[in-house]
């Protein structure tokens, strides 16, 4: 969503945005696809301002939050909806896995991959199912993991947005292949096992990646 401010605003907008997410508190218990809803809403609205308020078009999502945190059933308690969805997009979930995920449409095991499908621009999305690797889950450690994974992709590997909390360790990354393809991922652990979020594809031609690993979810 700041990416957005930064585009149409004067930077002291996009630095207040910023400042935001340091203070960001996490939502009440089950209101966590709430508070993604109403988030994804404000940074994908035609109408997004320049102040530190929700877009108008996305009043509701952000009364559910209240709504959520009270006790109230919202409309989004149970997971991303087909209509919010990117076109062409579905909710692919793994029950067996704890996985669930929106990807391009088809998404199918493929190889060792526990879904894999190509969007309409070329782009490969998919998920993996690694070892979880032992020792402290830190950035030096997922660095260490992505060379060890993608070879000469990694000499220019770029993390962040790092979350550490019970139950999940997970870390966002971008490179740039010597080929000229993209790539943007996730790493994504749970106690038991490890996920790879990734999306590769021809540079600037990735698609809607951030509605696949911003709602990505592995248990």
Same mark, same amino acid.
């Given at each position: 969503m700041c990416d957005k401010v930064k585009a149409k605003c004067p930077k002291s907008s996009f630095e207040t945005c910023r400042v935001n997410c340091s203070k960001y508190d996490p939502p009440a218990e089950g209101?966590? @696809?709430?508070?993604?809803?109403?988030?994804?809403? !404000?940074?994908?609205?035609a109408d997004l301002v320049c102040a530190n308020v929700a877009p108008e078009s996305c009043a509701k999502p952000f009364r559910q939050i209240t709504a959520c945190a009270s006790g109230q059933k919202t409309e989004t308690e149970a997971g991303p909806t087909? !209509?919010?969805? @990117?076109?062409?997009? !579905?909710l692919y979930e793994n029950a067996q896995e704890g996985v669930r995920a929106p990807m391009p449409q088809g998404a199918a095991a493929e190889g060792n991959a526990l879904a894999s499908v190509k969007h309409s621009e070329g782009a490969v999305y998919s998920i993996r199912k690694l070892p979880r690797p032992e020792g402290k889950l830190n950035?030096?450690?997922?660095?260490?993991?992505?060379m060890n994974l993608f070879g000469r992709c990694s000499d220019k590997m770029k993390m962040g947005g790092m979350v550490d909390k019970p139950g999940r360790t997970s870390?966002?990354?971008?490179?740039?292949? @010597?080929?000229?393809?993209?790539?943007?991922?996730l790493f994504w652990a749970t106690d038991k096992a490890l996920f790879l979020a990734s999306v590769k594809?021809?540079?600037g031609k990735l698609g809607p990646t951030e509605a696949f690993l911003y709602g990505f979810e592995a248990k």
């Amino acid at each position: 969503m700041c990416d957005k401010v930064k585009a149409k605003c004067p930077k002291s907008s996009f630095e207040t945005c910023r400042v935001n997410c340091s203070k960001y508190d996490p939502p009440a218990e089950g209101c966590d @696809p709430v508070v993604r809803n109403a988030l994804s809403c !404000a940074r994908d609205a035609a109408d997004l301002v320049c102040a530190n308020v929700a877009p108008e078009s996305c009043a509701k999502p952000f009364r559910q939050i209240t709504a959520c945190a009270s006790g109230q059933k919202t409309e989004t308690e149970a997971g991303p909806t087909t !209509a919010a969805l @990117p076109p062409g997009f !579905a909710l692919y979930e793994n029950a067996q896995e704890g996985v669930r995920a929106p990807m391009p449409q088809g998404a199918a095991a493929e190889g060792n991959a526990l879904a894999s499908v190509k969007h309409s621009e070329g782009a490969v999305y998919s998920i993996r199912k690694l070892p979880r690797p032992e020792g402290k889950l830190n950035e030096k450690l997922f660095l260490k993991l992505g060379m060890n994974l993608f070879g000469r992709c990694s000499d220019k590997m770029k993390m962040g947005g790092m979350v550490d909390k019970p139950g999940r360790t997970s870390i966002n990354y971008t490179m740039k292949c @010597p080929d000229g393809s993209e790539e943007k991922g996730l790493f994504w652990a749970t106690d038991k096992a490890l996920f790879l979020a990734s999306v590769k594809g021809e540079a600037g031609k990735l698609g809607p990646t951030e509605a696949f690993l911003y709602g990505f979810e592995a248990k």
